[in-house]
Nanobody, 124 residues
Framework: QVQLVESGGGLVQAGGSLKLSCAAS????????MAWFRRAPGKEREFVAD????????YYADSVKGRFTISRGSAKNTVYLEMISLKPEDTAVYYC?????????????????WGQGTQVTVSP
């Protein structure tokens, strides 16, 4: 089993920044992509960003392009989401996910492991 633990959420004013972290532990496997999703109150879970095992390929939702940056740590088992120019509509619980083997980028059912989430609140 793989455990994913997110950290770094909090309350920030609009225009501010936050950096989320997600650490993977437990059973190791050869390679896996990691991603961030979010769920705002009363809304469906939505894709935010994805990064492949090597870190060379990244993907973003249109709503966060140019403001959010996903990256992996040197040990590959940590993923970060750096968020700048935050908006109130970015308020959500942010979830880290990992996909072992094939995944369809942004399709949550194709990611095998999930963290518990960390709350991000952006005040006007």
């Amino acid at each position: 089993q793989v455990q994913l633990v997110e950290s770094g959420g909090g309350l920030v004013q609009a225009g501010g920044s936050l950096k989320l972290s997600c650490a993977a532990s437990g059973r190791t496997f050869n390679s896996y992509a990691m991603a961030w999703f979010r769920r705002a109150p009363g809304k469906e879970r939505e894709f935010v960003a994805d990064i492949n095992w090597g870190g060379g390929n990244t993907y973003y939702a249109d709503s966060v392009k140019g403001r959010f940056t996903i990256s992996r740590g040197s040990a590959k088992n940590t993923v970060y989401l750096e968020m700048i120019s935050l908006k109130p509509e970015d308020t959500a619980v942010y979830y880290c996910a990992a996909a072992e083997g094939f995944r369809q980028v942004g399709v949550h059912s194709t990611y095998n492991y999930w963290g518990q989430g960390t709350q991000v609140t952006v005040s006007p």
